[in-house]
């Protein structure tokens, strides 16, 4: 069987603006993120760590690693989606964020999940 039909993991990612956890004042400008993740390949497989490169409008680079997410490490049969939501803050009206989770198959084996970068912007900023 095809080892990328085998492994595959979808990503859908939502956003949002909290404009009453910002301050435009200070530079802090906080965003949710919603992250759908599917198991569409045919092994069950389990998500053990994140690695998030945040980008500010201002070129600010910030990473994040860690294990699971929200405070877990779901296992998903081939199938099943897991959805969390969490959230970042940046100085700048703009930004984006990119990264990947880092898997383990139930045959033992590990691979990664790309997380396509994704915009973080006030609205109205961006047409």
């Known amino acids: 069987m095809d080892n990328e039909k085998k492994y595959d993991i979808d990503i859908v990612v939502r956003t949002a603006y909290l404009s009453e956890q910002s301050d435009e004042e200070t530079g802090r400008h906080v965003f949710a993120y ?39 490490q779901p296992l998903l049969k081939p199938g099943d989606s897991f959805e969390y939501t969490s959230g970042t803050a940046i100085s700048s009206f703009a930004g984006s964020m990119k990264g990947s989770y880092q898997m383990v198959a139930e045959d033992g084996v590990h691979f990664s999940v790309e997380i396509p970068e994704f915009v973080l912007s006030v609205p109205r900023v961006l047409h």
Do not use: P, Y
């Open 34 to 72: 919603t992250i759908t993740i599917s198991n569409t390949g045919s092994i069950a497989s389990q998500l053990i760590s994140r690695h998030w490169i945040i980008t500010s409008g201002d070129g600010d680079v910030h990473e994040v690693r860690g294990l699971g997410v929200v405070g877990e």
